[in-house]
């Protein structure tokens, strides 16, 4: 089944909000084999409602429209469906009983204001889809062979709706299967991994769909099959997984962070953090995924010279004589803070992440970064020549991606 | 004028990726006074991008295309906007030049495969819009009085492109001049701030708009004036400022960190950071902003309580006795890290981010949060019960403004 999803509302147009319910709603109808084919966001206007419902309904069999229930005057959407499905409006008794309990326990003292009431109205013969978490109901509306839903746009109300009321009742409906399989790789760019895999991606049925999905220094494979059973696919990813051999960060869908917690959690060793340029953002990245406190127990940001040399043990000598960003410098600082902390491996940074603080020897972007491992210390020059924000993202991306490749390493010796 | 963004890539209607270039973009245009009227999600194939250009090429006056710029053959955006414009894709000779260098610094020992050549194939007649930070190049077309802009999806090149080579060829299009100011606000919600500056809100002219951006803790006001001298628009810049007071962050469009950075050095003063449930974050947000590391020596992750005790000098008796997460713990390591680093602030956290760790005293969300300043060290707790990234964002958030109120605080004494 082909779906698209409508964001009603001037707040996504204007760049005020992110609009996070549609990648959410298209992760729970892949899951259900429903393929989202559009998604369109538009401004609480008739005429713009309007065509995006009848282009929509030219495409697809299920239409999602999020947003525009509220009770004040810029939201138009009901007038708007009762016009385009040519249905009058009627107030749902249970829904009214509901929207004036709810203002009861908000505002004890004060009465309801005839606009709140409109929120009970729904469409003439819609299927009313009750909402326990707020005011506005869902409605759930088939014409001519085509599912409409129109749900409210705050985003848990849309998800109990979505979830309680929405998904069971597509749930039955499955002709055709969906199936995903995921490789996270290291180590090789888009195109050499293209070149890696071309027999094999030339191989695919039909049915079968490769997408590389690159990311700073990371290349997620995805495998998508449409409609037929699963072991074709798991035959094709075996075959990706085994030709990728080492450079397979993982088989499913995860982050080298949730690799990196997951295998590190899995062999009880620990990683600590000593960061300069960075600032904190190793360990921040680190401690994002749900269990870090597994295998991370202690990182230092070392921004100051003293701090290298008191908290960290770098040796003012090198400091002098090298200085902070330095090869000396950055093997030190991850030495230093993996025994600090008793971990079995440490990544240390220090560059110049910019815009200042560049010289000609040293311009802003030369970053070094060191990993600390089990049996030795490993260290590399990078010039990333960019703006800070970027600097920083891929001073982290390629400290993270050289910490896996020395575990990997050291896990074959 | 009108404007469209089309994102391309599965990635987004999978639900793999929320779009947030679509947010970015929507606010920049907005700046220029152009309006998004719709933003469309569709997957790399040639007919849902042709037709999505057709359709917004009868709607908008300039479209935004991102994504399905990559080498790989599930980008399939070059060849179909070939086809829908008619014109040959052509090498670019200075694009190909920039191609090769950036392989040769990532991969100095390979050969660069064919495949990566097609990131210098531009349509013939277009403004190449040269890309510093990434390999595949934006293109500039003009067609029926229609501008179209292509972009790569990567958020930093698209970003770059933007600031760079967009916003400034827009800028020099317009017709009426457009002025913004900003007032940064802390301390009062949107609806107490729009009751405090009602009568200065009525009494702007025609020409100018009142916006109100909240975003965790801090509301921003935004004035918009279009095709006038910008002679009045400072007059009630100046009124707001007045009125609003020591409410007022600051009088441009920065950050709260931005403004940290800046007001401690004007001062001279230090910021330290002992972090348990934000794992870096805080120190990683402060030293995003250019210019931090004259505010800025030292910041310690301490997730396990060794390092609680050890570095910060939590004493062991308060973490046996009130654990971790608790008021006298996170006034410990604030006042530890402090004294450490010799900074006349510092903030700590400690909290259950999830989505483990919870129990009915303390459950996830849990978050202590202390902040030592010059005369004193206060503390707060907040209950957030969300993800684990929502309370960790929240919870930094939280901090600077604590840190904030404290430092204006101790400024008026």
């Given at each position: 089944?082909?779906?698209?999803?409508?964001?009603?509302?001037?707040e996504?147009?204007?760049?005020?909000?992110?609009?996070?319910?549609?990648?959410?709603?298209?992760?729970?109808?892949?899951?259900?084999?429903?393929?989202?084919?559009?998604?369109?966001?538009i401004?609480?206007?008739?005429q713009?409602?309007?065509?995006?419902?009848?282009?929509?309904?030219?495409?697809?069999?299920?239409?999602?429209?999020?947003?525009?229930l509220?009770?004040?005057?810029?939201?138009?959407?009901?007038?708007?469906?009762?016009?385009?499905?040519?249905?009058?409006?009627?107030?749902d008794?249970?829904?009214?009983?509901?929207?004036?309990?709810l203002?009861?326990?908000?505002?004890?003292?004060?009465?309801?204001?005839?606009?709140?009431k409109?929120?009970?109205?729904?469409?003439?013969?819609?299927?009313?889809?009750?909402?326990?978490?707020?005011?506005?109901?869902?409605?759930?509306?088939?014409?001519?062979?085509?599912k409409?839903?129109?749900?409210p746009?705050?985003?848990?109300?849309?998800?109990?709706?979505?979830?309680?009321?929405?998904?069971?009742?597509?749930?039955?409906?499955?002709?055709?299967?969906?199936?995903?399989?995921?490789?996270?790789?290291?180590?090789?760019?888009?195109?050499?991994?293209?070149?890696?895999?071309?027999?094999?991606?030339?191989?695919?049925?039909?049915?079968?769909?490769?997408?590389?999905?690159?990311?700073?220094?990371?290349?997620?494979?995805?495998?998508?099959?449409?409609?037929?059973?699963?072991?074709?696919?798991?035959?094709?990813?075996?075959?990706?997984?085994e030709?990728?051999?080492?450079?397979?960060?993982?088989?499913?869908?995860?982050?080298?962070?949730?690799?990196?917690?997951?295998?590190?959690?899995?062999?009880?060793?620990?990683?600590?953090?000593?960061?300069?340029?960075?600032g904190?953002?190793?360990?921040?990245?680190?401690?994002?995924?749900?269990?870090?406190?597994?295998?991370?127990?202690?990182?230092?940001?070392?921004?100051?010279?003293?701090?290298?040399?008191?908290?960290?043990?770098?040796?003012?000598?090198?400091?002098?004589?090298?200085?902070?960003?330095s090869?000396?410098?950055?093997?030190?600082?991850?030495?230093?803070?993996?025994?600090?902390?008793?971990?079995?491996?440490?990544?240390?940074s220090?560059?110049?992440?910019?815009?200042?603080?560049?010289?000609?020897?040293?311009?802003?972007?030369?970053?070094?970064?060191?990993?600390?491992?089990?049996?030795?210390?490993?260290?590399?020059?990078?010039?990333?020549?960019?703006?800070?924000?970027?600097?920083?993202?891929?001073?982290?991306?390629?400290?993270?991606?050289?910490?896996?490749?020395?575990?990997?390493?050291?896990?074959?010796?």
């Amino acid at each position: 089944m082909n779906a698209e999803i409508i964001t009603i509302g001037d707040e996504i147009l204007l760049g005020q909000i992110v609009d996070s319910n549609s990648a959410w709603i298209g992760q729970q109808l892949n899951l259900l084999n429903i393929r989202v084919r559009q998604i369109t966001s538009i401004a609480d206007k008739a005429q713009d409602i309007t065509q995006s419902l009848s282009l929509a309904s030219s495409r697809a069999e299920l239409i999602i429209v999020t947003g525009g229930l509220g009770p004040t005057k810029d939201d138009v959407t009901r007038q708007t469906i009762s016009t385009y499905f040519n249905k009058p409006l009627v107030r749902d008794a249970a829904v009214l009983k509901h929207v004036e309990t709810l203002f009861k326990r908000f505002a004890p003292d004060r009465m309801m204001p005839e606009i709140n009431k409109a929120q009970a109205d729904v469409l003439d013969g819609c299927e009313v889809l009750f909402n326990d978490v707020g005011t506005a109901p869902g409605m759930w509306i088939e014409h001519q062979q085509i599912k409409y839903v129109f749900l409210p746009g705050v985003p848990f109300e849309m998800k109990f709706l979505t979830t309680n009321r929405i998904l069971p009742k597509l749930r039955d409906g499955q002709r055709e299967a969906v199936a995903h399989r995921h490789i996270i790789t290291i180590g090789l760019g888009e195109s050499f991994l293209a070149r890696e895999i071309t027999d094999i991606e030339e191989s695919l049925p039909e049915s079968i769909k490769l997408a590389y999905l690159p990311k700073l220094g990371l290349v997620r494979l995805r495998l998508t099959q449409i409609g037929e059973s699963e072991s074709s696919i798991d035959y094709f990813h075996n075959l990706l997984v085994e030709r990728l051999g080492r450079h397979v960060v993982s088989t499913s869908d995860i982050s080298l962070e949730q690799a990196i917690v997951e295998s590190f959690t899995q062999k009880g060793l620990k990683l600590a953090t000593a960061e300069s340029c960075t600032g904190g953002g190793i360990a921040s990245s680190i401690t994002s995924v749900p269990g870090a406190s597994c295998i991370f127990d202690c990182g230092i940001v070392a921004y100051h010279n003293t701090i290298k040399q008191n908290l960290l043990g770098v040796d003012p000598k090198v400091l002098d004589q090298y200085g902070a960003v330095s090869e000396q410098t950055v093997i030190q600082m991850a030495e230093g803070v993996k025994k600090l902390s008793h971990a079995d491996y440490a990544i240390a940074s220090s560059g110049i992440a910019g815009p200042g603080g560049g010289t000609p020897e040293k311009p802003v972007g030369t970053v070094w970064i060191a990993v600390s491992g089990k049996n030795k210390t490993i260290s590399r020059l990078f010039n990333f020549q960019n703006s800070r924000e970027i600097n920083i993202e891929r001073s982290i991306a390629q400290a993270l991606a050289m910490l896996w490749n020395l575990y990997i390493e050291e896990l074959d010796n």
